[in-house]
């Protein structure tokens, strides 16, 4: 027979565990997960929800089987995460790597065994691009240039390789709202915005139209 389009927009995969409880505190303080509910209410959970950003994972209470049993997140910035998660002597099974299929990833185990793995997109996988670089008369507003470098820097790219990735992505449009791709990630524009304060960028997107250069002193 012929099915219909299915439209899934959630998954929520379970895990059997001993004791929801302990399982939720494991999950909660050293993986990084929050608590969305238990139940029942006023007594020992058998049954939890637990989030991770906008992905819910359900613990149930029963026997564990981890054998043949994994998941796998994609995350904002999978090593920020790893580097917590060790920190709170989470099991590693593999550390992180940029993997052929276009995630950067790692690997932990959970206290029953269960294996979990966290990645983010890259996109440097394809084949080469052969290209030739040229030197372009660039100026930036100092607090933005330094923006530009620490953020280059954060995510692993030389400042030139950042500003063509920007650049490309304000080329295109998105859908049909009129506005641009942004090449950054939730978490990167978190960062951003942390790095903003840092360098004490006070004006918006709309700001360079109203750049007036310093007159030399």
């Not at 020992?44 to 613990?59: D, H, I």
């Not at 994609?74 to 060790?86: C, I, K, T, Y």
């Not at 933005?144 to 390789?161: E, G, H, I, Q």
Request: one cysteine or more; hydrophobic letters at 35%.
């Amino acid at each position: 027979m012929d099915f219909p389009t299915v439209e899934c927009e959630r998954l929520h995969p379970t895990l059997q565990v001993p004791d929801v409880a302990a399982a939720v505190d494991f999950y909660t303080k050293r993986m990084g997960f929050s608590l969305g509910f238990t139940w029942p209410d006023g007594g020992p959970p058998t049954f939890a929800g637990l989030n991770l950003g906008e992905v819910q994972v359900f613990l149930e209470h029963g026997t564990p089987a981890p054998a043949g049993t994994a998941i796998s997140f994609v995350v904002g910035n999978a090593d920020e995460l790893f580097e917590a998660q060790r920190a709170q002597g989470v099991e590693v099974v593999e550390p992180p790597g940029d993997r052929p299929y276009g995630l950067r990833d790692y690997a932990v185990r959970d206290v029953y065994g269960y294996r979990l793995a966290f990645g983010h997109y890259i996109f440097s996988g394809g084949d080469p691009i052969e290209i030739e670089r040229v030197d372009v008369p660039v100026r930036l507003e100092k607090r933005l240039a330094a923006l530009l470098t620490d953020l280059a820097a954060y995510k692993r790219m030389s400042v030139s390789s950042c500003l063509e990735e920007i650049l490309l992505h304000t080329n295109e449009p998105l859908g049909d709202t009129g506005q641009v791709a942004s090449p950054h990630t939730k978490s990167q524009l978190r960062h951003i915005q942390s790095l903003k304060k840092k360098h004490g960028i006070d004006y918006d997107s709309h700001g360079s139209y109203r750049f007036a250069e310093k007159s030399p002193q």
